[in-house]
């Protein structure tokens, strides 16, 4: 699943193509994503010029003077800048051309991502309870250390918790609470104050990281697979179970939280 840094990276190749752009036009080959796509959609888009291009967690908001697109990549969406006249494929749901004769092209074999619409982002059911941006202002150790006190939930899954902060996935908490040197186990009730603020600081750490090796092999998703170089990071535990761990040289262990693969160091994390 397309996680935050890999949303980020896919704004950031998007941006330029699309930002003070006039929709001239929406093709939409297939509505029954996640939610079906409105049948307005294409009445309240086209037309609007989209005066910014935001990521909120996971989610790409075509921001206009009347209300926001909402795009959200599901398990396996992805985005690129196409020529218009470029054939579809079995799994390009929708084209939204733009008035600089290019068009933004949505690919989801799974069709678990949606396109939605709103007059009011901040409102709207899918973004009004999420947490703060890992990256942003708000997002520190003493925010981690308050949410956390009385909470029984390990620190893996807690971390993992949009409500809490948004975007911290899978890969990227495993990676992070390694960093950190806390056991992904441990409930997050019982991590003191000053080991939140060192993993409040991975999490910033390794999102940033994972961000800027998309931008590596990132050029501006025009005439590409659209598919960012996320993949080419180097990760230090994850996926990585039996092998040496790269700060001690025991092996890294699998476990399942939550139903979710999760790799650690038993010598590293406690």
Known sequence: MPELPEVETSRRGIAPWVEQRRVEGIVIRERRLRWPIPE????????????SLRRRAKYLLFDTDVGTAILHFGMSGSVRIIDPDEPAGKHDHFDIRFDNGKALRYRDPRRFGSLLWTENSADHPLLVNLGPEPLGNDFN??????????????IKQFIMDAKIVVGVGNIYASEALFMAGIHPKRKAGRVAKERMLKLAESIRTVLAKAIEAGGTTLRDFHGSDGE?????????VYDRDGDPCKNCGDEITLAVLGQRSTYYCKRCQR
């Open 228 to 236: 960012p170089g996320y993949f080419q990071q180097q990760l230090d």
């Open 40 to 51: 307005y959609f294409e009445d309240r888009f086209t037309g609007q010029v989209v005066s």
């Open 141 to 154: 150790g003493m925010h981690l250390w308050h949410q956390s006190r009385g909470r029984r939930v390990t």
